[in-house]
């Protein structure tokens, strides 16, 4: 089984609880404006790895991560379902604590095969971080290209699986900071039970580094980062 494979960061300290080995993926099926990772949107200059040669690289920092584990980032980790289910189970079998940063647009719950898949997956998986980019469909698939629907389903089903779920949110002035959008936001996060945690994440502007590297337009550009104040008026409504 080969996973398509942008990056490694052996150090990680935000993508879910403790430092974190964390894997990237390439592929992505969706172009959120704010994305600071276009290069990771294609399989193109991937580099290509089964799961033993992953768990081989993990296993000689090990020490660090006794109280952290292993993050599959992307990109979307969903779009390399089997490789994925691999990886994991022999992460697992390793004795590491396991999460996954999905915005989970690829599930389709009228997709048997796909969500027996995602089943198996989670017997492997401790932690989901899930992305909700925006609680409206129609201002979602302006900001990334498709609607929420199948994002907002794919968080009922893991709550019905009983998987643990830290909500991600990036906040983006003039885009999803408004009180409704928040409250709506909040609104459906408090249907699900399991849910951990509330991320907040201001947007930020350095990735456009990478926009210009890749000769690609910047579509926020022009945009100003959230104030303090927005910051942490966002957290009090969507605090957990």
């Given at each position: 089984?080969?996973?398509?494979?942008?990056?490694?960061?052996?150090?990680?300290?935000?993508d879910?609880?403790?430092?974190?080995?964390?894997?990237?993926?390439?592929?992505c099926?969706?172009r959120?404006?704010y994305?600071?990772?276009?290069?990771?949107?294609?399989?193109d200059?991937?580099?290509?790895?089964e799961?033993?040669d992953?768990v081989?690289?993990?296993n000689?920092?090990?020490?660090?991560?006794?109280?952290?584990?292993?993050?599959?980032?992307?990109?979307e980790p969903?779009?390399?379902?089997?490789?994925?289910?691999?990886?994991?189970?022999?992460l697992?079998?390793?004795?590491?604590?396991?999460?996954i940063?999905t915005?989970g647009?690829?599930?389709?719950?009228?997709?048997?095969e796909?969500?027996?898949k995602?089943?198996?997956?989670?017997?492997?998986?401790?932690?989901?971080l899930?992305?909700?980019?925006?609680?409206?469909?129609e201002?979602?698939?302006?900001?990334?290209?498709?609607?929420?629907?199948n994002?907002?389903?794919f968080a009922?089903f893991?709550?019905?699986?009983?998987k643990?779920?830290?909500?991600?949110?990036?906040?983006?002035p003039?885009?999803?900071?408004?009180?409704?959008s928040?409250?709506?936001?909040?609104?459906?996060?408090?249907t699900l039970?399991n849910?951990?945690?509330?991320?907040?994440?201001p947007?930020?502007t350095?990735?456009?580094?990478?926009?210009?590297?890749?000769?690609?337009?910047?579509?926020?550009?022009?945009?100003?980062?959230?104030?303090?104040e927005?910051?942490?008026h966002?957290?009090?409504?969507?605090k957990?």
């Amino acid at each position: 089984m080969i996973g398509y494979i942008h990056s490694f960061e052996t150090f990680g300290t935000v993508d879910g609880p403790g430092i974190r080995y964390v894997i990237f993926v390439k592929g992505c099926p969706l172009r959120c404006l704010y994305c600071h990772n276009p290069d990771t949107w294609t399989m193109d200059n991937a580099k290509q790895y089964e799961p033993d040669d992953i768990v081989r690289l993990i296993n000689k920092y090990r020490a660090y991560y006794v109280n952290g584990g292993v993050t599959i980032s992307g990109g979307e980790p969903l779009l390399q379902i089997d490789f994925l289910i691999d990886l994991c189970k022999k992460l697992k079998e390793n004795n590491y604590h396991v999460a996954i940063d999905t915005s989970g647009a690829v599930y389709d719950e009228n997709n048997k095969e796909l969500v027996e898949k995602i089943k198996t997956l989670n017997k492997y998986v401790d932690l989901y971080l899930l992305d909700i980019k925006h609680i409206n469909s129609e201002k979602h698939k302006m900001l990334t290209s498709k609607g929420n629907v199948n994002i907002l389903s794919f968080a009922r089903f893991l709550d019905r699986e009983n998987k643990k779920m830290w909500i991600r949110h990036v906040i983006v002035p003039t885009i999803n900071l408004d009180d409704e959008s928040l409250k709506e936001t909040k609104k459906f996060i408090d249907t699900l039970k399991n849910v951990e945690k509330v991320e907040i994440l201001p947007y930020h502007t350095m990735g456009i580094v990478k926009y210009e590297q890749l000769n690609i337009p910047y579509p926020l550009k022009g945009v100003r980062v959230p104030t303090e104040e927005e910051i942490s008026h966002a957290k009090e409504i969507l605090k957990r």
